[in-house]
Every structure is written in C-alpha cells, then in structure tokens.
C-alpha cells in the first residue's frame, strides 16, 4: 500500500506496535472475568525460589490461581495459549510461520529454563531471608539476576552461535515482546495510581518535562555536534540526531521516512542504537545502583531519559527495580514496593515516545519546504501524525484508565480485578520482559560496529557526554528525594 493511499486502520493486523496493542488487550480483558466470577487468568504459571539441592518441580514452578492443577500443566498451558496467540500475531505480520513456530518454541523454553535458574535462593534472596532458606551466603540481586543471565546467554548465541542466532531471528522480536509487557505493565500503574495519585502525577509532570529536554534540547545539541564537528550530512546527522535523542530505532526509522533520507541510514543508527543500548543495559542499572543507592526514583527517571529503545529501557528500569530494592532490603532496613523505579522509568520514556510522530511531521515539513524545495513536492497530511505515532502508547493507555475506571467503581469489584489481574502485570509481564532480554542478547552482533567509526564516536559522546549527564540532571531536580511506597 502506497504511503499516499494509507488509511487510518492501515497495518492494525500487519505491526508489531499493534499486536502488542491485540496481545495486551487480550489478557486484561481476560483477567476482568473475575467480574463475573471467572478466572481466566489462573492458568499462567510463574517461577518459584527454590534452594540447591532440594530441586523439586512443585518448589520452581507453580500456577497463578489454579491452586489444584500440577505445576506442568500451567506451564505447558502458558506455553499453548502465548504460541497460538504469538503464531496468529506472525501469520498476520506475514512471517515464516515455521520458522517463527519453531524459533519461538526453542526461545520459550530457553527463557524458562533461564528464569528458573535465576529464582534459585543464592541469587535472589535477600540477606535478611538467608535464615529462612537455609543459606550461608548470597548475591542478594533479587529478580535482577534473572535478567543478566537472560541477556547474557542471549548475546554469547547472538556473538559466538550466529547460525543458530539467524534461526532464532524470525522469532527473536525484542521491541514487540517489550511493548506488549508494557501494555501489560498498564494493569500494575493502574493499581499504583489508586494507592498514589499524587506519586503518578508528579511523574507525569516530569515526562513533559522530559519531553522538552529530548525534543528541544538532546536533538539540536546533537545535530550541531554532528554537522559542525563531525562533518555529517544533514540527513544523517537528523536520522542519527533523533535515534539517539528520543526514542531510538523508531525515531530513526520515523525520521528517515520524514526526510526521505538514504535506505541505508536509518539501518545503521539503528544497529548503533541496538548495540549501545546493550552497553547502557549492562552498565547503568548497577551504576546507578552503586553512585546513589538512596535515590530510586531519580535512577529511574534518568534511565528513561538516557536509554534509548523502548525494550532497553523497560529491560534496564526492570533490572534497576531488582537491584535497587534488594540493595535497599539489604543495606537500609527499608523494603521498597516492586514496580514503582521501573513505571519511573517508563513514564518518563512514553512521553518521549509519544510525540515522535509530531516530530517525524515537524522534520517532513522543514525538510520539504526549508531543505529539499523541489518543485512538485507532494505535500504531507496530518494522517502521518497517526501512523507514526507508537501504537503500543495507546493499549498501555487504555488498560490503565480502564483499570482505575473499574477499579474506582467499589471495593469488591477492586479486590476481585486484583486477584484475576494479577496473573497479567505480575508472571505474564516478567515472561515478557525475560523473552525480550533473551532475544535483545540474540540479535546483537558487535562485529556490526566495524565501519562505523565516525557515527559510533559520535553517539558514543553525544550519550555519555551529553545526554547521560543532563538527564540525570534533570531527573535530580524534580524527584530528588522521592521514594516508592514501602511494605
């Protein structure tokens, strides 16, 4: 279809954005059964911690809410419905259904055989439960470990196995994984926006704030640098410019569309992308950790200002939420509420994203009528707004007012949504984030860096010393000293 003769619905059935969108909506229209007395959720399994030596299949694994049903039963049921739901997703996006079958098969059970291994008590637990498991000595890294091992098993397959890497690759879909665990995630900022609306407001003040530092400041500062030092063109200095200021590989792809730039740019910032946000997914929750551990929700704030995918971000504010609270169990007396340093997070990054299609059409028409000028140039329409907008926003959105306009409506109807729905933003959520870590690790290739040594330079200072520090900055000032909800 012609980008002239697109309509509104245009690729509903055919994106990765919009499947998020179908997925999520899917299992939270699932999980308000419970409204009418069904449990529709409690299938999903979950992980349990469990001690070395003393393995059993009862202890790592157990079922949301069907208390009766043998633990493999809810796996291999988790298994069936996410492989017909993700296998109807494929046959629509127009993938190779057998590849995609069978890659995503291999990936399901690698995740949860990695998920398992990481909830084993040595890692996980805080050493204030040592006694209680028996343990002598730990990590204390919490769900965190799970994550980095996910990763890390993901980018040995992605750099030292590469043909099982292009195997896995039909399946391997980091951005669509992430975005329907965000959708997910809408469940959860629902139930915290109940417990404090204060809390969410103050974050959603600093998203618009967030918003104008990514647009109005990141973005010039970047594509001064890249065309007055670095000596780039003007559309790669625009393409690499919005990658690395707003929202990564969309913004790239967005941007170049907009500019019509050359096939090859947007294609490279994203490899560039990709690859440096592995670098910040490694390194910055366990800095930030480290440099201020007193400080979860700035940490946060900041990570969604500075990581530049959405999987990324999602995946580092998850591992910074694990981190940060078994560092707080464990060296301040204090236990945090899960979830509050990753929606921190997100907050922050989902207002960036959600303008990238107003600024896709803002660069589209300065390109057109200040840079390009060329005579019978087609003009572009506001519908471009529409279709470059990230759709997964709008599911995230709506499972979120949905869920606080239900909830809101009585005390039964909010405890029977809790216990349905929390199959979804719990064990559903954290499957999403593994599969997403697993598969980031996968498509990673660092051997693609070579030949990109004047762009990688330059978003290798632009991030660490540009855009990293003043986030940071920004995010000190308007939530230094704020803290998530305690138990």
């Known amino acids: 279809m012609s980008e002239m003769n697109r309509k509104w619905y245009s690729g509903m059935t055919r994106t990765e954005d ?3 969108v179908w997925l999520g909506a899917t299992m939270f229209l699932a999980s308000i059964g419970s409204l009418w007395g069904l449990d529709l959720t409690g299938w999903m399994a979950k992980p349990g911690t469990w001690v070395w030596g003393a393995f059993s299949l009862d202890a790592v694994l157990k079922p949301s809410g069907y208390k ?14 996410f492989t017909s739901l993700t296998c109807l997703a494929a046959a629509a996006m127009k993938l190779d259904l057998k590849r995609f079958f069978a890659g995503w098969s291999i990936l399901f059970v690698l995740t949860w055989i990695i998920w398992v291994i990481g909830q084993e008590a040595h890692f996980k637990v805080p050493f204030n439960e040592f006694e209680k498991y028996g343990l002598s000595w730990g990590l204390s890294l919490g769900g965190g470990f799970s994550y980095l091992l996910a990763l890390s098993v993901g980018l040995i397959i992605g750099n030292f196995f590469k043909g099982t890497a292009d195997f896995l690759m039909e399946a391997a879909k980091p951005e669509w994984f992430i975005k329907t665990a965000i959708v997910f995630l809408g469940i959860k900022i629902g139930i915290m926006s109940i417990e404090a609306t204060g809390f969410i407001t103050e974050l959603v003040m600093t998203g618009v704030a967030a918003t104008f530092v990514a647009y109005m400041l990141f973005w010039p500062i970047v594509y001064v640098l890249g065309r007055k030092v670095f000596r780039l063109s003007r559309d790669a200095a625009a393409v690499l410019s919005s990658g690395i200021s707003i929202c990564g590989v969309s ?8 500019i019509r730039a050359r096939p090859a740019l947007p294609v490279v910032v994203s490899i560039l992308v ?3 946000a592995m670098f910040e997914l490694i390194i910055l929750p366990g800095l930030y950790t480290a440099i201020a551990p007193n400080q979860p929700i700035v940490n946060g704030s900041a990570l969604g200002l500075t990581v530049k995918t959405d999987g ?24 945090w509420k899960e979830g509050w340093i990753l929606m921190a997070s997100l907050t922050t990054k989902i207002w960036i994203d959600m303008f990238i299609g107003v600024w896709a059409f803002v660069l589209a028409l300065v390109w057109v009528y200040k840079v390009e000028r060329k005579a019978g140039q087609s003009r572009i329409g506001p519908m471009e707004i529409w279709h470059r907008f990230p759709k997964f926003v709008l599911g995230y959105l709506l499972v979120w007012f949905s869920y606080v306009m239900l909830a809101s409506t009585g005390t039964e109807t909010a405890e029977a949504l809790n216990q349905t729905a929390a199959a979804v933003e719990g064990p559903m959520r954290n499957m999403m984030f593994m599969l997403t870590f697993v598969s980031i690790g996968v498509i990673t290739d660092f051997s693609k860096l070579k030949g990109m040594g004047k762009l990688a330079l330059l978003y290798a200072v632009a991030l660490f010393g540009i855009i990293a520090p003043i986030a940071y900055g920004v995010a000190w000032i308007f939530h230094r000293g704020m803290m998530p909800p305690s138990l």
């Open 251 to 258: 913004a790239a792809i967005a941007t170049a569309g907009a």
């Open 68 to 81: 009766n049903w043998h633990p493999f039963l809810s796996w291999l049921t988790t298994y069936l419905v």
């Open 312 to 335: 990324a971000d999602a995946a580092a504010g998850a591992m910074l939420d694990e981190l940060m609270r078994a560092n707080a169990e464990a060296n301040l007396g204090v236990i």
């Open 18 to 20: 919009w499947w998020a």
């Open 274 to 276: 990709v690859i440096f």
